[in-house]
């Protein structure tokens, strides 16, 4: 069966993410801050994880691995670009987004 086999093209749903790793990512380590809300953000495979990146590249955290299908949708030219819904600093870096394809 094909991706879209199902009826639902996961490739084009809109989605919500807690992002993982942000206290290591490199946005963190560059600026020691979390992107605010509202701040955009696209999708990037860097071959090995699916990140979600600001609008110049700089990673600000991992998706989780049930993301990992965005590398399809992503190699069959889909794009995202998501709004950073929530972020925080403490206790621990934290940001949430709400993506959606383009």
């Given at each position: ?18 992002l993982d790793d942000v206290g290591n990512s490199d ?56 709004l950073v819904s929530s972020s925080a600093v403490s ?12």
């Amino acid at each position: 069966m094909a991706g879209g086999a199902s009826g639902v093209d996961k490739c084009k749903q809109a989605f919500h993410v807690l992002l993982d790793d942000v206290g290591n990512s490199d946005f963190y380590s560059q600026f020691n801050n979390v992107p605010a809300v509202g701040d955009q953000l696209g999708i990037l495979f860097d071959k090995k994880r699916v990140f979600a990146v600001d609008v110049n590249g700089v990673k600000v955290g991992a998706l989780p691995t049930s993301f990992n299908y965005l590398v399809e949708c992503l190699e069959d030219g889909v794009t995202y670009v998501g709004l950073v819904s929530s972020s925080a600093v403490s206790p621990v870096p934290t940001v949430a987004a709400d993506f959606a394809p383009q």
